[in-house]
């Protein structure tokens, strides 16, 4: 199955890298490319890509905003969202998370590492391990004010199973579920993906930023 994607940046040249590098794959194809957020959700609502490479910084509406508006349309919820950051901006990248972006890249990304995480997102799975994706998230959430814009209520676990609460911490913490649990790695998957139907979470991603919302896991301070 062909992987359906569409740019989003204000950057030509960068659109057009992207480009030959993305349709240069057999089993991807580039479907449009938008300059700012507005016609990033306009060109989704008409395309309905796969994965959206989304700038986060972009004139007039943003890659941020952009994100929120897709990832809360359900009518779009086979869309995946993969950030495009030039700097590790914790803020922007914990709200991003928060609004249903799956993953991150740096914008001088390597090809390889380019087209992986694009395949990754396509998959459902989220871009970052879940270390990486809890580092982002632990170094923002240790940052004064920052609680305040990111708790959830606990009582959105109530119904989660025991197991399902396990495998979702350990989710979080970036440990490996299958190992640690002595469960298959297809047991594991199933546990992960029941915790995000009811949690009503977009993917793997979202998930380990309710499990730090609703204080299942606690956040330390970076190194």
Do not use: W
């Not at 992987?3 to 057999?26: E, K, W």
């Not at 086979?78 to 700097?87: H, K, N, P, V």
């Not at 993906?193 to 380990?208: E, F, H, M, S, Y």
Request: with cysteine.
């Amino acid at each position: 199955m062909t992987i359906r994607v569409l740019l989003a940046d204000d950057q030509a040249l960068l659109r057009g890298t992207f480009r030959l590098l993305i349709d240069s794959c057999a089993d991807m194809q580039v479907v449009g490319e938008a300059t700012n957020g507005q016609e990033a959700v306009e060109l989704v609502q008409t395309h309905h890509p796969d994965v959206v490479l989304m700038d986060i910084r972009m004139p007039g509406t943003d890659g941020l905003a952009a994100t929120t508006t897709i990832c809360d349309d359900p009518d779009l919820a086979g869309t995946r969202i993969l950030i495009l950051i030039m700097f590790e901006t914790y803020e922007y990248v914990a709200k991003a998370l928060r609004a249903g972006a799956s993953g991150f890249l740096g914008k001088y990304v390597t090809t390889d590492a380019l087209l992986a995480g694009i395949r990754t997102v396509a998959s459902g799975e989220a871009l970052l391990s879940p270390g990486a994706t809890r580092a982002f998230i632990t170094r923002f959430l240790t940052t004064p004010g920052a609680q305040d814009t990111l708790l959830a209520p606990p009582e959105r676990l109530q119904d989660l199973t025991p197991r399902e609460r396990e495998v979702t911490a350990l989710a979080a913490e970036g440990k490996s579920n299958a190992e640690t649990l002595f469960l298959s790695v297809l047991t594991v998957r199933t546990h992960i993906q029941r915790a995000i139907t009811k949690l009503g979470a977009r993917d793997r991603a979202q998930l380990v930023v309710i499990a730090y919302q609703t204080g299942l896991v606690q956040p330390t301070p970076p190194a």
